[in-house]
């Protein structure tokens, strides 16, 4: 068999071998026992999303985490031995381990551990499509493993001159770290040259004067879906997290004919890592830059406003916690409702459609739909409108027969709400933003 024949078949064996997985979490005082059991159930779908199994699972109840591995040592062999037990090959753990942590870990149980973080950025570096989604996931995996380089056996060797210190030259360590800093230095400039590529378009989209909405939500809570219905597209739909991480951005029209542009972010989830969001930090400032933020929520998961909390943390943390939001409930099909009861908003009896209820009178204003099969379409589309023209007002303009370029560009710029035909004339109600009433000054009815 050829070297490739063997890379190959390797390929493919280690695809139908998928890994086993101990999940482990800590309750502290701050938290709870449902919450840490939330978080690992969590951490599970995570964990299948990057291709493994769990086989296990293990908790503990501690006032503050161990310096040196996180667990105390009692169970930490406790650890070890179901890992013995059921043949794991990796522990991973809901929170942030440090360096040191991780390192002792690994020598008590004879295996890999790491944590939460590294399994979101394994996840983020299969999904990644387009090159600044590439550049991106690979900048935030440099930032993650810059401090756990570690050297290996000889690897430490001495540098420095004089009696004592002499050695054959430079660490494979220094040589590791350095190439590592190069690489992000590279990234980074790349991003930069992509991100003034973004800007260039969005003061295009600027110019013309379109409205942006964003959408923005929990992974899986059906973004993509609510983009291919709302725009008639075929971007990328799975039942999995993160299943698409590049931004896309697609038109579609209001009810009175504006034509407004939709984007759809990467999906956030709870304890989503810093370094994901600095490097997707350019992707997101779309979101600063729109009109209106509608906020998806998958209606039939449990712990709606633990999910909500999370997305409104990202949000504040790149400064987007001010904006004009509309929160929408989606995946109504899936929750146990009568057809009666999703036009008057009642539920039947059933843990998520009571949650979504609850939700809803907690909201004001929000919207119940479903992207899959079309339900409440229609009424989030009155209701995004009627949000976007909150700081607008209706103007009336007097335009005369004779410039029918003016009469067209009006009907391009705003949404036509009356018009009245006279001899020489024709009168328009017109919805106008700030900038289209200086356009049209000279022709405003008296």
């Not at 923005?216 to 739909?237: E, I, M, P, W």
């Not at 990202?314 to 109504?332: Q, R, T, Y």
């Not at 007002?393 to 004779?402: F, G, K, M, S």
Request: overall charge negative; aromatic content about 4%.
């Amino acid at each position: 068999m050829s070297p490739t024949e063997s890379a190959f078949t390797d390929t493919l064996i280690s695809r139908e071998v998928r890994e086993r997985i101990v999940i482990v979490g800590v309750t502290f005082p701050q938290g709870t026992p449902a919450a840490t059991e939330a978080g690992l159930n969590e951490l599970a779908l995570l964990v299948d999303t990057a291709g493994a199994d769990v086989a296990g699972r293990i908790t503990q109840r501690r006032t503050a985490p161990d310096s040196a591995t996180y667990l105390g040592k009692g169970k930490a062999e406790e650890l070890l031995e179901m890992c013995l037990e059921i043949d794991a090959d990796t522990v991973v753990f809901d929170d942030d381990l440090s360096p040191a942590q991780q390192r002792n870990l690994e020598k008590i149980l004879g295996r890999t551990a790491i944590d939460r973080t590294a399994v979101i950025l394994d996840i983020f570096a299969q999904n990644a499509r387009t090159p600044e989604g590439r550049a991106q996931v690979e900048l935030a995996l440099l930032r993650y493993r810059l401090p756990r380089l570690r050297g290996r056996g000889t690897a430490f060797s001495q540098q420095a001159g004089g009696i004592g210190t002499r050695g054959p030259g430079e660490t494979q360590l220094e040589v590791d770290r350095r190439r590592l800093v190069n690489r992000m230095t590279r990234l980074e400039a790349d991003l930069r040259q992509l991100d003034r590529t973004r800007t260039v378009q969005r003061k295009g989209r600027q110019r013309g004067r379109q409205r942006t909405v964003s959408l923005v939500g929990y992974t899986n809570a059906g973004k993509s879906t609510l983009l291919n219905r709302l725009c008639a597209s075929d971007v990328l739909v799975e039942n999995r997290l993160f299943s698409t991480l590049d931004p896309r951005t697609r038109k579609f029209d209001l009810p009175g004919g504006e034509t407004v542009l939709l984007t759809d972010t990467v999906g956030f989830v709870r304890k989503l890592p810093h370094q994901v969001v600095e490097a997707f930090r350019s992707t997101l400032e779309v979101v600063l830059e729109s009109d209106l933020i509608v906020h998806v929520v998958d209606g039939s998961a449990p712990d709606l406003q633990g999910q909500i909390d999370a997305v409104h943390t990202v949000l504040a943390e790149i400064g987007a916690d001010d904006m004009p939001e509309l929160l929408v409930i989606n995946k109504a099909d899936a929750l146990t409702m009568s057809d009666a009861g999703i036009d008057g908003g009642d539920f039947e009896d059933g843990d998520a459609g009571e949650e979504a209820r609850q939700l809803m009178a907690a909201h004001p204003g929000s919207i119940l739909v479903s992207a899959k099969t079309g339900m409440g379409i229609d009424d989030l589309l009155v209701t995004v409108g009627d949000r976007l023209r909150v700081g607008d007002r209706v103007v009336e303009l007097e335009i005369p027969w004779a410039r029918g370029d003016v009469l067209a560009a009006v009907h391009r710029e705003g949404e036509i709400v009356g018009e009245e035909a006279g001899e020489t004339s024709t009168r328009i109600q017109v919805v106008l933003d700030d900038a289209g009433k200086a356009r049209f000054a000279e022709f405003l009815a008296s």
